[in-house]
Structure formats: structure tokens, C-alpha cells
């Protein structure tokens, strides 16, 4: 039996298969041809209102063909693609692919899933997984599911984004937010007094101290190099930082955190002027500077590598294990937010702070983040009342 054309008006046809002598209707989407076939126990005119559905669909610029891609390969290949076109870093990248990992676990009842069969329904159930997690965790999973349905919706894989429903909202840490504390002025003396002293002739003594007195960031401390220091105008230019790569290795990187690589605008990139102690900081560093391959301020020349952070980290710790300086824990971050907070307390204007400690200027993080009122400033402050 031939072909029996039932249907052709130049937007679809049907006719009767010679195999299974059910009807095919067929249609033309994108340029290539498709086929719908009628069910073994499906009516004639259910079927043909099917297929008018989907033509009827493809005219209204409502179609959305079927495929099986799932929301894992979606944010994979997003993420690689990022990568690939010189967006993110290689840290940025790993960095990427860990929270995708997160997401896996959370969300391993749909992730895997094609994406057009996956509910918001789902989505709910998968929050009670993800409130294990701290908040800036949850925050980051989110953030790569909304840009995975969003990329399947504007590509046409889903008809919309479950992700843009109004009761579909982040949910909240189980966990308690990671308050990192300043240091009271009195833990600073403290710390201080320590350093000129007993700690007087350790190798990681000036590295604290620069910190403290600046707020640089731990990797801008210790990437800065001889050139970076202008003793003659008294400024100290912070333009790149001490990271990892993609393999966890310890690299120069040759712009700050906040380097944007799409625009090519650093706006973390800085000259700051000397003060009298950051002067003597950086000139007995440089009395004790051996010649190292990069010229840093601070090197091991021991083991003639780079100085980490962790390093330095685990320093500090012992500091405070021994010397009992704060009931907190003690770390490079740490005392980033105690010179931040020390520039408020004096009245310094924010926009200076911002771009004195590299950050973005209008953000919110100086405030919200860096920020804590000490005892000591509140007890003057209160003062000023009486």
C-alpha cells in the first residue's frame, strides 16, 4: 500500500503508514523535516488534534522540541565554555566545578534527569539537601541552577523557566552564618606588642604586621615586590596577588581578585600611601631580602618557594594558642577586618576605605562583611551623649 496523503496545506501533512497502517503526520521545524506517529490505541481525531497542537504551536513560536539534554551537561558545558572563552580563571574554574559537585549531591534527584521532565516540585525537595550547607554555599548552587534553566529556556529546550516562579525562593542555611570578628583594640595591642617582642625575629612577623597596618589581602601582601615600593613618594602599588590554580598549586596571578577578565578592568589595582610604621615595615623586610627569582618582599629561602597563606595561617594559630590574643580564632582574614574596622572607627570616609583595601567602590561587603564595632568604640562613642 502507497501513501494515502490525508493532509497538505503547506504547514504539515498526514498520511497512512504501509507498515503499521497508522498515521504519520509531518512538519517542517528549522529547516528539517519531523514526524509524529499515532499510537496503537489512539483515536483518529485525537491524533490529528496532536498534530494540529503542534503546528499550531510551531506558528505561535511556542514549540519547544523534545530532547533529552539534562541540566548537568547544561551547566558542564557552561562552565566549560566560560573557561574555554577566557572568562574565568583557572581557579574560577575549579572553583565552578566544585559547586556542580555540590549540586550533584543536593540535587541528585533531577540532575540528572532531562530537563524538560524536571518540576519545581523537585526543585523543593532538593532544598532540604542544600540547607546542610552554609549560606555562601547555597548561594553559589543556586546561582548555577537559575543560569542552567535560564540558558535551557532562552535556547529553547524548555517552554519557561521553572527557576523565575515567585514561591520558588533560596532556602536558609541549617547552619549558623560564620561570623569572622576584628580584633578589640586591646587583642590588637596585644597581637602588636607580641610581634615587637617575643615574635620580634620571625620570618612571617613583617607579613602579619604589613597586614594589620594596611588590610591589604594575605596573597597581595605577600606578591609585592621591591618595584612595588616608591619610598621617595611613599606610596605602594597592589596590582596582582599570590592564588592557586586550577590544580591547587601556588601561582602568581598577574591582576587582583577583582579582576574583571571580560572587560579587562581591574578595579582592585591600587597605590596607597606609606605611614611611618608601613615604611619601616617594608624597609626592614627589604634589609632582610635575599634575591629571589620574582623580587618579592617575602619568599622562603629555605625551600626557595613562595610563602602561602597557610602558612602564615597556621602561624598565627599557634600565636594564639600560646599567647592567648583573642578567644577567637586568629587569621590573615581576620586581620583584614580588624584595619577595616579600625578605618571606620576613625571616620575615615568609606569610598577611601573601599579603595584602599581593593574593594569595588559603592559595595556593600565593606559594611555588611568587614565591619565590627569594637567594645572600646562603642564605650567612646557612647560618650559623646552624656
Known amino acids: 500500500m502507497g501513501r494515502k496523503k490525508e493532509k497538505g496545506n503547506g504547514e504539515g501533512t498526514i498520511y497512512t503508514s504501509s507498515k503499521t497502517n497508522l498515521l504519520v503526520g509531518q512538519y517542517v521545524y528549522n529547516g528539517k523535516r519531523k514526524s509524529v506517529y499515532q499510537k496503537k490505541n489512539e483515536k483518529t481525531g485525537d491524533f490529528k488534534k496532536r498534530f494540529n497542537s503542534i503546528l499550531a504551536s510551531i506558528n505561535n513560536g511556542n514549540y519547544i522540541e523534545k530532547n533529552t539534554d539534562t541540566l548537568e551537561q547544561i551547566i558542564a558545558k557552561h562552565i566549560q565554555q566560560k573557561y574555554d572563552d577566557g572568562i574565568i580563571s583557572p581557579r574560577s574554574y575549579q572553583r565552578e566545578k566544585e559547586t556542580l559537585e555540590q549540586i550533584k549531591k543536593t540535587c541528585h534527584n533531577f540532575i540528572y534527569l532531562p530537563i524538560q521532565k524536571i518540576t519545581a516540585e523537585d526543585i523543593e525537595m532538593a532544598k532540604l539537601e542544600m540547607r546542610n550547607y552554609s549560606n555562601s554555599v547555597i548561594e553559589k548552587i543556586w546561582r548555577l541552577l537559575k543560569k542552567g534553566f535560564k540558558i535551557a529556556h532562552s535556547r529553547r529546550k524548555i517552554l519557561f523557566n521553572i527557576m523565575d516562579d515567585d514561591t520558588l525562593v533560596v532556602p536558609i542555611s541549617k547552619k549558623p552564618n560564620k561570623v569572622i570578628n576584628a580584633l578589640t583594640v586591646k587583642e590588637e595591642n596585644l597581637l602588636r606588642k607580641i610581634l615587637n617582642n617575643q615574635e620580634k625575629e620571625h620570618k ?142 576613625v571616620g575615615m570616609h568609606l569610598s577611601v576605605i573601599q579603595y584602599c583595601v581593593g574593594h569595588t567602590k559603592g559595595s556593600k561587603i565593606t559594611d555588611e562583611v568587614y565591619t565590627s564595632i569594637s567594645e572600646e568604640f562603642t564605650k567612646k562613642e557612647w560618650e559623646k551623649i552624656k
Not at 629561602?301 to 592567648?324: A, G, Q
Open 204 to 345: 612571617y612577623r613583617d607579613i602579619v604586621l604589613l597586614q594589620l597596618e594596611t588590610g591589604m589581602r594575605i596573597g597581595e601582601v605577600l606578591s609585592r615586590t621591591t618595584k612595588d615600593v616608591n619610598l621617595k613618594k611613599n606610596t605602594l602599588r597592589i596590582w596582582n596577588t599570590l592564588t592557586q590554580d586550577e590544580n591547587y598549586n601556588i601561582i602568581l596571578k598577574e591582576h587582583t581578585k577583582i579582576y574583571d577578565r571580560k572587560t579587562g578592568l581591574d578595579k582592585g589595582e591600587r597605590t596607597i600611601p606609606l605611614s611611618s610604621t608601613v615604611k619601616s615595615i617594608i624597609i626592614n623586610a627589604k634589609k632582610s631580602n635575599v634575591e629571589n627569582i620574582y623580587n618579592l618582599l617575602f619568599w622562603d629561602y629555605e625551600k626557595n618557594t613562595f610563602i602561602t597563606p597557610s602558612e602564615v595561617n597556621l602561624w598565627l594559630r599557634r600565636l594564639n594558642e600560646k599567647y592567648n590574643i583573642s578567644s577567637n580564632p586568629l587569621t590573615t582574614h581576620v586581620l583584614r577586618h580588624t584595619r577595616i574596622t579600625r578605618m571606620q572607627e
